[in-house]
């Protein structure tokens, strides 16, 4: 996806959809907002869903699209995620690393799904709250149908659990006091920090399961402005609106 304005130059970024594993497609709202929002060509991943393709079919797929990428694109690039594909984004990250391929210079994960197992309490406190997502009769059924069997302590289904995430590169993750995920996504953001793998959590009050979605709403937009912000950092670029708010100082 190539934005309006490009000010990247080589630089561009590679994205996972959302979905639970068994929905979504790469060309949803929120790749198209992200390459707006970070200025840059963006190249959204399609994977196989459950549950005609469970475990490990969608990490199967994002290595070899990425391997294709990265073979193809040699310049600095990062790797964002949503929900399922914030989580496939970090399984994506131990594989990457086993495999000794070129690695993102940062990672955007928004709300990610990292642990399958229904043991954070926001799974539990903020059953029914969040408008979006409910764990009964919808992300239970998407599990069994993912993991198909496999544990769900696995650390390719739950990165949480990744028993060495050292060396990973900086990463921004985004939730809100409503996500069902929110118990998830600080659990991830201080397994990063034990690691001694920079992490930084942003937490919107009253917000939802990605949100950020949303084209309009103030919080959203600052949210993805803030997650490209971050990321063009990590990338050593500016942009434009960066570079305007500098120039009026």
């Known amino acids: 996806m190539t934005p309006r304005q490009v000010t990247g130059g080589d630089t561009y970024a590679i994205f996972l959809h959302s979905g639970g594993y068994f929905l979504g497609d790469a060309r949803d709202e929120l790749a198209v907002l992200m390459a707006d929002a970070l200025e840059m060509p963006l190249i959204s991943i399609q994977y196989r869903l459950a549950p005609e393709a469970p475990f490990p079919a969608a990490l199967d797929d994002a290595i070899a699209a990425y391997s294709?990428?990265?073979?193809?694109?040699?310049?600095?690039?990062?790797?964002?995620?949503?929900?399922?594909?914030?989580?496939?984004?970090?399984?994506?990250?131990?594989?990457?690393?086993?495999?000794?391929?070129?690695?993102?210079?940062?990672?955007?994960?928004?709300?990610?799904?990292?642990?399958?197992?229904?043991?954070?309490?926001?799974?539990?406190?903020?059953?029914?709250?969040?408008?979006?997502?409910?764990?009964?009769?919808?992300?239970?059924?998407?599990?069994?149908?993912?993991?198909?069997?496999?544990?769900?302590?696995?650390?390719l289904l739950s990165p949480v659990h990744a028993p060495n995430l050292q060396g990973f590169p900086p990463s921004m993750i985004v939730t809100g006091t409503r996500d069902l995920f929110l118990s998830d996504c600080v659990r991830m953001y201080w397994a990063l920090r034990a690691a001694d793998a920079p992490s930084h959590l942003r937490i919107w009050e009253s917000m939802w399961h990605t949100f950020c979605d949303q084209p309009d709403i103030p919080e959203a937009v600052d949210c993805r402005k803030e997650v490209a912000t971050f990321l063009r950092k990590t990338l050593s670029i500016e942009s434009t609106a960066d570079s305007v708010a500098a120039d009026h100082a």
Request: hydrophobic share 45%; no cysteine; charged share 20%.
């Open 68 to 155: 294709a990428i990265v073979a193809e694109r040699p310049s600095k690039f990062v790797l964002v995620g949503a929900s399922a594909g914030g989580g496939l984004a970090l399984a994506l990250m131990q594989r990457i690393r086993e495999l000794g391929l070129p690695e993102p210079v940062g990672l955007g994960l928004m709300a990610p799904w990292t642990d399958l197992a229904r043991v954070g309490t926001g799974e539990h406190s903020l059953e029914g709250r969040d408008p979006l997502i409910r764990w009964r009769g919808q992300l239970d059924r998407a599990v069994r149908a993912y993991a198909a069997g496999t544990s769900v302590a696995d650390p």
